[in-house]
């Protein structure tokens, strides 16, 4: 079945910076995947979603790229602010079984003022 | 907000108990997905509703069942109660079944077995 891998360690970034978190996934190559922000105690958050022949998108400070062949997205958050702390999910269709997510288990990233 | 509730946001059981959570949808959708996602986890699918079916369930055992209502809410219910159970438990509400692709999270039930 997919695995979807992100970093487990927390990113601690120096605000106005850009934060870059990676998502690689093993198997097969998804129609599309999607990013959420989940802050602590709270439901997850859909920030953007990016189909495979989609390379990049854009919404507002975010980037999302997506390289079905090396199988990883990168999410880019540019001018970086404390308000942006939270933890960052990466999912993706099970087996084209529409609706049926699964996350990777998420980045925590910390902006220091 | 997503629009999404989710009732009660806390409980606390003990082992061999059972639970029922509960999930009011958005507004216009018709899909109701539920996910268990333990501490420094991410979420893990359990199972969908659409239109008042089960439509796909992930690795759970039959002790985690469900409903969908005419109106679209829906309840998860956990029978027999074990300590790995404690996680947030969130329901997702989209619209179109397994062409649903953006869901929109309640902001989850904390659940404590004792």
């Known amino acids: 079945s997919q695995k979807i891998e992100q970093n487990s360690e927390a990113l601690n970034i120096q605000e106005g910076k850009t934060a870059t978190l990676t998502c690689n996934y093993t198997?097969?190559?998804?129609?599309?995947l999607q990013w959420y922000r989940q802050d602590p105690g709270r439901g997850p958050v859909f920030l953007l979603l990016i189909r495979e022949n989609e390379k990049e998108k854009r919404k507002e400070r975010l980037k999302v790229t997506f390289d079905t062949t090396l199988k990883q997205s990168l999410f880019h958050i540019t001018a970086s602010q404390p308000a942006d702390s939270a933890t960052y999910l990466c999912a993706l269709e099970e087996g084209n079984q529409g609706g049926k997510l699964i996350f990777g288990q998420g980045t925590e990233l910390s902006v220091k003022p | 907000e997503t629009g999404v509730t989710q009732s009660p946001t806390h409980l606390i059981k003990t082992r061999g108990q059972q639970v029922t959570l509960r999930c009011s949808s958005q507004s216009g959708h018709n899909t109701v997905s539920w996910y268990q996602q333990a501490l420094g986890q991410g979420p893990q699918f359990i199972f969908q509703?659409?239109?008042?079916?089960?439509?796909g369930r992930g690795n759970f055992p039959p002790r985690f069942s469900g409903l969908q209502f005419p109106n679209y809410s829906s309840e998860l219910n956990v029978n027999a109660l074990e300590l790995d159970d404690s996680a947030l438990y969130l329901c997702?509400?989209?619209?179109?079944?397994?062409?649903?692709?953006?869901?929109?999270f309640g902001p989850g039930t904390r659940l404590l077995v004792l």
């Open positions: 997702a509400s989209s619209s179109g079944g397994s062409h649903s692709e953006t869901q929109y």
């Open positions: 198997n097969y190559s998804p129609a599309y």
């Open positions: 509703y659409y239109r008042e079916e089960e439509n």
